[in-house]
């Protein structure tokens, strides 16, 4: 094991061990939006997806713009200073950090996944202003303790954190649990502090979205799940879910009016905890 730490940084970091024989939904994903970090496989299963919903590359574009614009909103108007990124995903513009930072120098961010994949890449993801920091564990979402006291090192919960979960809920199967997980992380952390979930959903081509996920568990990586928009209303019992509610991505506050027009697969939400 061998560590990292540069100025207003610092990250545990282990070798991976990638396989590029299965394909691997960060890497979909990356491939998607464009990005390099991808192989053969990924590309074939990538495509095979879309040609089930040709859409689902530009709800990744939008499930992208919505980080931005929610972690802009947190950074700014909400004040929070903190940020807990659970489901990391592959380094490509506009990270957490380089969001928040820009908004405000002093904001720290831990970034959280268990993929070998992300880790491998994850010195891309440990670098700050000056005033702020950066911090990447691996850990994963089911295991709600396990991330709350690797962040901790970075993170004070005395004080309010936008704490991150896009397209990682899905990965949770259960209901029950993907609720209790939710609780577990907004129990730990004050008032003030926010939740930002993304989610595919059932709502657009549930049809379609229906067999392009039973094609992906059959691929052998980590199963996932669809969602309704009323499951998704139950991630965010007991929170203050902020306007325009749970929507599909790019009518989450958009920066030009005519996105409130779009309706992609993938659907979100912000809310505060009272």
């Avoid at 299965?22 to 491939?31: E, F, K, L, P």
């Avoid at 203050?240 to 009518?251: A, N, Q, T």
Wanted: net charge negative.
């Amino acid at each position: 094991m061998s560590e990292l730490s540069t100025p207003g940084t610092q990250g545990t970091m282990r070798n991976p061990k990638l396989k590029t024989n299965v394909s691997h939904s960060a890497r979909i994903w990356n491939y998607w939006l464009g990005g390099r970090d991808n192989y053969q496989i990924d590309q074939q299963v990538g495509d095979h997806i879309l040609s089930f919903v040709p859409e689902l590359s530009r709800s990744a574009i939008a499930d992208r713009q919505f980080l931005a614009r929610s972690v802009r909103f947190l950074a700014g108007e909400a004040g929070i200073q903190q940020f807990l990124d659970i489901g990391t995903g592959l380094p490509i513009v506009d990270n957490t950090h380089e969001v928040a930072q820009r908004v405000d120098p002093g904001c720290r961010i831990v970034y959280v996944d268990n993929d070998p994949i992300v880790l491998s890449h994850a010195r891309a993801l440990l670098t700050s202003t000056p005033e702020g920091a950066t911090d990447y564990i691996d850990a994963d979402v089911h295991a709600p303790d396990s991330i709350l006291q690797g962040a901790a090192r970075t993170l004070n919960f005395s004080r309010p954190v936008g704490i991150t979960m896009l397209g990682i809920l899905n990965f949770v199967m259960d209901n029950d649990e993907a609720r209790s997980i939710v609780r577990r992380l907004m129990d730990a952390v004050p008032s003030g502090s926010h939740l930002v979930v993304s989610h595919p959903t059932t709502e657009v081509d549930g049809l379609a979205m229906a067999q392009a996920v039973h094609y992906w568990n059959a691929q052998g990586s980590a199963p996932m799940t669809l969602r309704t928009r009323e499951e998704l209303l139950g991630l965010f019992d007991g929170l203050d879910l902020l306007e325009p509610g749970v929507v599909s991505c790019p009518r989450w506050r958009p920066d030009c009016p005519q996105e409130e027009t779009v309706e992609v697969t993938h659907f979100c939400g912000v809310a505060r905890k009272p």
